[in-house]
């Protein structure tokens, strides 16, 4: 599986779709609507401009971050299995073996519009863990897709923390 995350910007083109709407409302200094674009539009056969309202592109968000969080948790477990495999990047495989289930319930939870709160708190800690794997393998190198999970949390994290509207 691919990772699904940091596409280019030229997926921003759209205006006034419910994507861009809640991409410019995200703000903060820590993702920008350009970031929010291209991470939920990372393919440009993407049905993203498609999300309907504010439920659909926060139910876009989180299962792409589960989508990307499967994706490295695979390229994690593939270098865990190697021979020269540290205990660190085991431990790190297993952070996300943990972390995965959560997600899943969050993917869930805001696709049926309910515990919005809980999962943007789940997505915000999740943001830690490309942090907490480097860590662990103290120096070695990680696979690239530890990176562009943590940009996939922080956009869904982003998504969740909007003011705008929950239900349309």
Same mark, same amino acid.
């Given at each position: 599986?691919? @990772?699904?995350?940091?596409?280019?910007?030229? /997926?921003? !083109?759209?205006?006034? $779709?419910?994507?861009?709407? @809640?991409?410019? $409302?995200? &703000?903060?200094?820590?993702?920008?609507?350009?970031?929010?674009? $291209?991470?939920?539009?990372?393919?440009?056969?993407?049905?993203?401009?498609?999300?309907?309202?504010?439920?659909?592109?926060?139910?876009?968000?989180a299962?792409?971050?589960?989508?990307? &969080?499967?994706?490295?948790?695979? #390229?994690?477990?593939?270098?865990?299995? /190697?021979?020269?495999?540290?205990?660190?990047?085991?431990?790190?495989?297993?952070?996300?073996?943990?972390?995965?289930?959560?997600?899943?319930? =969050?993917?869930?939870?805001?696709?049926? !519009?309910? =515990?919005? &709160? =809980?999962?943007?708190?789940?997505?915000?800690? #999740?943001?830690?863990?490309?942090? /907490?794997?480097?860590?662990? @393998?103290?120096?070695?190198?990680?696979?690239?897709?530890?990176g562009?999970?943590? #940009?996939?949390?922080?956009?869904?994290?982003?998504?969740?923390? #909007? $003011?705008?509207p929950k239900?349309?």
């Amino acid at each position: 599986m691919a @990772v699904v995350c940091g596409g280019s910007s030229a /997926a921003v !083109g759209a205006a006034n $779709s419910a994507l861009d709407q @809640v991409c410019e $409302s995200v &703000g903060g200094s820590y993702v920008t609507p350009e970031l929010c674009a $291209s991470a939920l539009c990372y393919d440009a056969a993407s049905p993203c401009r498609d999300a309907r309202d504010y439920a659909a592109v926060a139910t876009l968000a989180a299962g792409l971050l589960v989508r990307n &969080g499967t994706a490295t948790r695979d #390229t994690v477990a593939v270098a865990a299995a /190697a021979a020269n495999a540290t205990a660190g990047l085991k431990s790190c495989l297993q952070l996300y073996d943990g972390l995965l289930p959560a997600l899943e319930w =969050a993917a869930g939870s805001v696709a049926a !519009g309910r =515990a919005y &709160g =809980a999962a943007r708190e789940l997505m915000q800690a #999740t943001q830690f863990a490309q942090r /907490a794997c480097a860590g662990m @393998v103290a120096g070695a190198e990680m696979p690239r897709e530890n990176g562009g999970f943590v #940009t996939m949390a922080r956009v869904a994290h982003a998504v969740l923390s #909007t $003011s705008v509207p929950k239900t349309d």
